[in-house]
Every structure is written in structure tokens, then in C-alpha cells.
């Protein structure tokens, strides 16, 4: 069974704060994801990373970056907070070649 | 870019009545295309693949090209069947790059 984890439930940060995000997955997957999730705008994909050291920009990459220095590993940084960051962020994974996702319990950040 | 639409935020329905979740895709050669569900407090998961055409929980999906929609549908409705659903579409890369629509929170009434 896949398991994909994220450090944190719930995050309060404040404006201008380095802020970071890990996710860890267990399943050997190369292709990892980060989406914030907001009401009425559905999921959007920040970034993703599909090997190690490597990244890839999503649709919304504007004020986030990304790190992935393990397989199993993949980190997403907010290197200064601003409220409208405020939001639900998920991570995902999946096999390379295959197209379903398992998704982490999701993040829920407050940048005050 | 890809798009998926998802034109209903929210959907109301009593238990027992029929439900159909609209999804409109942009057209682009063979999609595939998904269906993810988020029950309460629970982590957002694939209901169905229009490729496997399977029937989930009583949920079925089936794409209509000419249309471009993959409307999920259930004949009688269940109050576990409350929940936000996704309609996804894969973008064809070993990446397993998929685009979400804007999501649809079903809420079944008892």
C-alpha cells in the first residue's frame, strides 16, 4: 500500500518567513508533485520533480521553490511567506510511465 | 494548455435520487482521463479511469468524444457519497503530469 506522508497538518507562519514543506513517499516512486488546493480553483500544480535533483515548473511556480536531494524525498519552500499563500497544499507521487497519483493528508498553512 | 472544467462548485441531491458530476475537457488527440474523490478529513484518492471502464461504489463514468465530457454518474445516491470529486486528465508524459479540473462538492442529503 502506497503511503505517502507530510511532515505537518496544519502550519501557522508569518509574513516573510522561510517556510518548508516536506513530503516522503515509500513506494520507490520517481515522479512526485506539489499542488496547493483552494475552493473553486481546484487543484493546481506548483511543481514536480521526476527524479532526483531534478524539477519542473507547474502552473502556478510564483514564489515557491522545490528541493529533491533523496528518491523518497521532495520538499517544497516558501522563502518568504505572503498571505496568499495561505492555503492546502498536497503532495503526490506515482511510478514513471504510470499516470495514477497517491496522494499525502495535505498541509494546511495560515501565513498571518 | 490542457483544460478541464468541472461547471458545477457545488451539488445538492436527496439520498436515492440520481447524481452526475459534468467534467468538460479541452480536445486533444486520446485523452485519459480520471475521476478522484476527497471524502471528510480523508486524502484525495482515483474513484475510476475512463480506461478501465469499471463501476466504483455505483459510480460510473463513460467518455464521449464528440462531446468531449466525462460526466460521472450514479443512479440513487447515498449520503457516503458526500464528498469533493475531481475530474483529472493525464497529459501523456511518463511524468504522469495529470491537470484537475476546479472540483464539484456533492453533498447528499438524508
Known amino acids: 500500500d502506497v503511503k505517502v506522508t507530510q511532515s505537518s497538518r496544519y502550519l501557522v507562519k508569518r509574513t516573510g518567513e522561510k517556510v518548508f514543506l516536506e513530503c516522503v513517499q515509500d513506494?520507490?516512486?520517481?515522479?512526485m508533485f506539489w499542488y496547493r488546493q483552494d475552493p473553486g480553483l481546484g487543484l493546481r500544480l506548483i511543481y514536480f520533480?521526476?527524479?532526483?535533483?531534478?524539477?519542473e515548473k507547474g502552473d502556478i511556480p510564483e514564489g515557491y521553490s522545490v528541493s529533491r536531494e533523496k528518491k523518497e524525498r521532495f520538499s517544497l519552500i516558501l522563502e518568504s511567506a505572503s498571505t496568499n499563500q495561505t492555503s492546502m497544499y498536497l503532495c503526490?507521487?506515482?511510478?514513471?510511465?504510470?499516470?495514477?497519483?497517491?496522494f499525502g493528508p495535505g498541509t494546511r498553512l495560515t501565513v498571518l | 494548455a490542457q483544460r478541464v472544467t468541472q461547471p458545477e462548485k457545488l451539488l445538492s441531491v436527496f439520498k436515492g435520487a440520481p447524481v452526475e458530476l459534468k467534467c468538460n475537457y479541452s480536445?486533444?488527440?486520446?485523452?485519459?482521463l480520471f475521476w478522484y474523490v476527497q471524502y471528510s478529513r480523508q486524502r484525495l484518492q482515483l474513484l475510476l479511469r475512463?480506461?478501465s471502464r469499471e463501476s466504483i461504489k455505483g459510480f460510473t463514468a463513460d467518455l464521449n468524444k464528440g462531446e468531449t465530457s466525462f460526466h460521472l454518474k450514479k443512479p440513487f445516491a447515498q449520503e457516503e457519497d458526500s464528498a469533493m470529486y475531481y475530474c483529472?486528465?493525464?497529459?501523456?508524459?511518463?511524468?504522469?503530469?495529470?491537470?484537475f479540473g476546479q472540483g464539484t462538492i456533492l453533498t447528499v442529503h438524508p
Open positions: 520533480s521526476y527524479d532526483v535533483k531534478m524539477k
Open positions: 483529472a486528465r493525464w497529459e501523456g508524459t511518463s511524468y504522469g503530469k495529470l491537470t
Open positions: 513506494m520507490d516512486h520517481e515522479n
Open positions: 480536445y486533444s488527440g486520446s485523452p485519459e
Open positions: 503526490a507521487s506515482s511510478l514513471w510511465g504510470r499516470n495514477e497519483q497517491f
Open positions: 475512463h480506461i
